[in-house]
């Protein structure tokens, strides 16, 4: 009889919290217009369908079906779609993790998995299929499956683990007026107020942050209200006047010509399109794009 002993470390270099926040399914429908934005915690891209271009800090390239791309903390960024393909992605939102690569920190990652992607499917897959079940203890197994499915990614993309996010000096300023606004888009927000916070010579401030963010601070700040507009329009039966209220708009028409300006519809028609679609939908999002064998 031979036996074959092998012990198990208690001790890991992955023994640190990295805290899975969210899972989120997104699909480019004709009403996208992403903005650069950036967390204070990492995000982790997967593309499951569709082409279109993916763009950090200064840099912007394409991505594809099993594309993925890992953002670190603080590190402005944005997605856009192809318009003949459209781009259909997961994103991971984790906590308490920073990536490195041969000890040098980086604004991202990227890394095909066209040629090996049976386990990312398997991962992505069961995370959506847990999250949108929400059966007892799914909290506990999305946990699990991700801490599996990060393994997988340092196995073949020799990344290294930090818990210290990435402090970037460059365009400070920039970051502040852009968190400012995201966390006060409801408030009566001007360019002189704007730069009274900042401290700021107003007609500076705007020039720097249009050459940086490629759109004025005041229509950031419109982007950021259309944007919790569409999302109020989706999931609530709020009044378009409410919710013209409610986000920051100073009258309902110009919420009304703001909104069809940057989507090309007016509320009511946008609303009226997304209840339709989601009567359609009556597929989860899991069943729709991944169907095993054993489920056949």
């Known amino acids: 009889m031979s036996n074959n002993r092998i012990d198990i470390s208690k001790k890991s270099d992955l023994d640190f919290s990295m805290n899975l926040l969210y899972i989120t399914y997104s699909k480019y429908e004709g009403d996208w217009n992403s903005l650069m934005h950036f967390h204070p915690f990492t995000e982790i891209f997967y593309v499951i369908g569709g082409k279109g271009k993916f763009a950090v800090e200064n840099e912007s390239f394409d991505v594809k079906k099993d594309d993925m791309i890992i953002v670190n903390p603080n590190i402005y960024h944005h997605e856009d779609s192809s318009g003949d393909d459209p781009l259909e992605y997961v994103v991971l939102g984790v906590d308490e993790l920073t990536f490195d690569l041969n000890g040098k920190d980086h604004l991202f990652l990227y890394q095909s998995f066209e040629k090996n992607n049976d386990d990312m499917e398997y991962y992505i897959s069961h995370l959506l299929m847990e999250s949108e079940r929400k059966e007892l ?4 197994v999305c946990q699990k499956l991700f801490e599996l499915f990060m393994l997988k990614i340092i196995r073949q993309m020799k990344v290294n683990l930090s818990k210290d996010n990435i402090q970037l000096p460059a365009k400070r300023e920039i970051r502040m007026i852009c968190h400012y606004i995201d966390l006060n888009y409801s408030e009566d927000i001007t360019l002189e107020s704007l730069a009274g916070y900042m401290k700021m010579n107003k007609y500076y401030m705007a020039h720097e942050f249009k050459k940086y963010m490629g759109i004025s601070p005041i229509n950031y700040l419109i982007e950021r209200r259309i944007k919790e507009c569409k999302s109020l329009l989706r999931t609530t039966s709020l009044s378009i006047a ?19 300006k940057k989507t090309n519809m007016t509320p009511k028609q946008f609303r009226d399109v997304k209840a339709l679609k989601s009567a359609q939908d009556d597929l989860p999002v899991y069943q729709k794009k991944y169907i095993f064998q054993s489920d056949i």
């Open 137 to 140: 203890g799914y909290e506990t």
């Open 242 to 260: 409410e919710i013209s209220e409610t986000v920051g708009f100073s009258s309902q028409s110009y919420f009304s010509q703001m909104f069809k």
